[in-house]
């Protein structure tokens, strides 16, 4: 069974430094991977995606990730942090069963950027 | 462009009350998945539907159940309400499932219950 596991409950940087959000993913099939972010109070919004095309992933607000088989992970980036990245980001991992390709989610990540 | 909608935002039971969850789904989505999301936890996946049949279950309770009807809306029906059902309950859509992870799920901004 598809799994990912999210390393640090929460990650803090200042404003301006280098956010990095780790994710390592368990597949028997190659996965197709997610990044998603929650701000407080609000839904699910898709970062990114990986779907097996190129290894590196842009996404929105400034925001990639890399696949990696070799380390099986998925790690997000982004070069500069802004404050209003503050936000709880989730890995997921599509699990599919007949015509269901729902997500699994790891733990979350809560990312805090101090001014 | 339109969202995934759910209703009510907020909504308020007693101990032993029933509770209905509405989905709207994204115009032309055919699947509809209902998740759970406890304080401080990560969604938990309780069921899907695709073209009105449930098409895979997760840790959903016996005392909830859930339909998608014609119009491919769907409603999420918690019965027996206890403490521990209070949480963050998503819905989200998609589109087929012909392209495997091009079947990216849009959530909706959640319904909030709260069990007293």
């Known amino acids: 069974a598809q799994s990912v596991t999210q390393l640090g409950s929460h990650v803090s940087v200042s404003e301006g430094a280098l956010v990095l959000l780790r994710c390592n993913y368990s597949?028997?099939?190659?996965?197709?991977l997610f990044w998603y972010v929650q701000y407080p109070n609000q839904g699910l919004q898709l970062l990114l995606k990986?779907?097996?095309?190129?290894?590196l992933v842009k996404g929105i607000n400034g925001f990639e990730a890399e696949f990696k088989k070799s380390e099986t992970s998925f790690h997000l980036t982004k070069p500069s942090a802004h404050m209003s990245d503050a936000a709880e980001y989730f890995c997921?991992?599509?699990?599919?069963?007949?015509?269901?390709?729902?997500?699994?989610f790891g733990s979350g990540t809560r990312l805090l950027v101090r001014p | 462009a339109a969202g995934v909608i759910q209703s009510p935002r907020h909504l308020i039971k007693e101990k032993r009350e029933t509770a209905t969850l509405k989905c709207y789904p994204i115009?032309?989505?055919?699947?509809v998945y209902w998740y759970q999301q406890g304080p401080g936890q990560d969604p938990q996946f309780l069921i899907s539907?695709?073209?009105?049949?449930?098409?895979d279950k997760g840790s959903i309770p016996d005392r909830f159940s859930a339909q998608q009807f014609s119009d491919y809306h769907s409603e999420l029906n918690m019965s027996s309400l206890e403490l521990g059902d209070s949480a963050l309950y998503f819905c989200?859509?998609?589109?087929?499932?012909?392209?495997?992870?091009?079947?990216?799920?849009?959530f909706g901004a959640g319904s909030r219950l709260t069990v007293l």
């Open positions: 989200a859509s998609s589109w087929g499932a012909i392209t495997p992870g091009a079947n990216v799920l849009t």
């Open positions: 597949s028997s099939v190659p996965p197709y």
């Open positions: 990986y779907t097996s095309a190129a290894t």
């Open positions: 997921a991992v599509s699990d599919m069963r007949d015509s269901s390709y729902k997500l699994i």
């Open positions: 115009p032309r989505h055919d699947t």
């Open positions: 539907f695709y073209e009105k049949m449930q098409s």
